[in-house]
């Protein structure tokens, strides 16, 4: 189809003159690694819906110092310790990973409240300080650290000519996500934050849109 075309599969060469922007939307493209990205200081909310993301650059908080909203809403994104580069985004408060195979594994939430602790909202329902309390206690001390170790698992890069496990196919979100969408909105505390969630969830797609599959 024609509109293939004009979808960018990677982040490079975007320029300086993005930072003149709060919000920017690379939704609905191919790209397959979050990197690349120029200095942007001013870039608080970044929108990668519907991509083909299955893996996060290191050192993302050198590009984006001011990154305080990821959505990451229908990408790849397989193995818990694949998200381990955003523990270093300090500024990251507000996280979606939905439609993404990593939200099945287990602990996925808890690994990630340790991983990123200033996290107040992931995939669209806020952190409670249970889940804090409990993620404290799960990685704590040395049994803690191998806990962690031996569930972080890491995609292995792609080699050419080897082939990769199929798949399987999920089509459109789950009901939980439904639910955890529509529990985000009626818990905002103002219009402008129910605005925001619905220019970001309508921005998503999110219904009856396939999950992203690719090799990484």
Do not use: W
């Amino acid at each position: 189809e024609a509109e293939e075309c004009y979808k960018i599969p990677v982040l490079e060469n975007l320029g300086a003159t993005l930072d003149q922007f709060d919000t920017v939307d690379f939704s609905d493209n191919e790209i397959r690694k979050l990197d690349g990205f120029p200095l942007l200081r001013r870039l608080k909310t970044l929108l990668m819906n519907n991509n083909r993301i299955c893996r996060i650059g290191e050192n993302l908080e050198q590009s984006l110092p001011s990154l305080t909203e990821l959505v990451l809403t229908n990408n790849n994104i397989q193995e818990l310790g694949d998200l381990d580069p955003l523990a270093t985004v300090k500024t990251l408060t507000l996280l979606s990973l939905l439609r993404n195979p990593v939200t099945n594994k287990k602990h996925y939430r808890l690994y990630v409240i340790n991983k990123i602790p200033q996290i107040r909202v992931l995939d669209f329902q806020k952190v409670k300080l249970k889940e804090r309390q409990e993620a404290e206690k799960m990685f704590k001390g040395k049994r803690g650290a191998q806990l962690a170790k031996d569930i972080a698992r890491r995609t292995k890069t792609f080699t050419p000519g080897v082939a990769a496990q199929p798949e399987k196919k999920r089509t459109g979100p789950s009901q939980a996500d439904v639910d955890a969408i529509k529990n985000a909105i009626a818990n905002a505390s103002s219009l402008a934050e129910v605005e925001r969630l619905k220019g970001m969830l309508q921005a998503g797609q999110i219904p009856g849109r396939d999950l992203r599959q690719g090799q990484c």
